[in-house]
C-alpha cells in the first residue's frame, strides 16, 4: 500500500488558500474532484495523519492510479 506521509508531502498545501484553489476550480485548471482531493487532504495535514492512496481512492470512488497522478501532479 502506497502511505503519503502528509508531514513531508502536504506541507505545501498548507501555504495555499482555499481561495487560490477556488480560482483554480472557476479557470478549470482544477476539476471539482481534483478541488476536493486537495480538500481532504488538507484535513489529513491538519491532523497531522498520514492516508494511504487506495484510501483516497475508495473515498473519491476514483481508480488509485487516477489518485496517484492527480496527487503527483497536484503537490
Excluded: C, G
Aim: hydrophobic share 45%; charged share 30%; aromatic share 10%.
Amino acid at each position: 500500500m502506497d502511505v503519503v506521509d502528509l508531514n513531508q508531502k502536504v506541507f505545501k498545501l498548507k501555504i495555499r488558500s482555499k481561495k487560490i484553489m477556488q480560482r483554480f476550480v472557476e479557470e478549470e485548471q482544477l476539476t471539482t474532484i481534483e478541488y476536493y482531493l486537495l480538500e481532504e487532504l488538507w484535513k489529513f495535514s491538519r491532523e497531522d495523519k498520514t492516508i494511504s492512496m487506495s484510501e483516497l481512492a475508495q473515498h473519491f470512488q476514483v481508480s488509485l492510479p487516477a489518485v496517484m497522478h492527480k496527487v503527483d501532479h497536484l503537490l
